[in-house]
């Protein structure tokens, strides 16, 4: 079997994510690499695979899973700033995680290395970033 680049990583995770329930929940759209519109407001996915060696048996990667979700406004002290929307944030990144970790693909493992908050910068959004590893036997 060919050894898999990171187009198809990048494919499997979309697949995996547009065809499940995330798809609908979001105001937005699912996006690879840097595809999302730079002015977009709204709830989207964007997948990235930072890396995924060429040799054989196994091969092994490292993707990313970023959920956008706009900032709300709140008001402290009588002011008003943008804070992370944590409720939305946690529901969607919630149906993500559990696509991820329910889907079955043969001769791939993928696990959920890691999950945190982050502020994007320059807008007033956070984004959750689910870090995917691949260990590929085929």
Known sequence: MALKTSF??????????SRSPLKA?????????????????????VINTLALTQEYHPQRGVSNVNVYVS???????????????????????????EELRAAHVTGLALTIESQTVLKAEGVRQHFTNIRVSWNIQG
């Open 8 to 17: 198809d990583t990048d494919a499997l995770l979309y697949g995996i994510l």
């Open 25 to 45: 929940a979001l105001s937005g759209g699912i996006y690879v690499g840097d595809d999302r519109p730079d002015d977009s407001a709204a709830e989207d996915v």
């Open 71 to 97: 900032d709300k406004a709140v008001r402290v002290g009588g002011a008003e700033q943008f804070v992370a929307d944590r409720v939305r944030l946690r529901m969607l990144t919630d149906m993500a995680v």
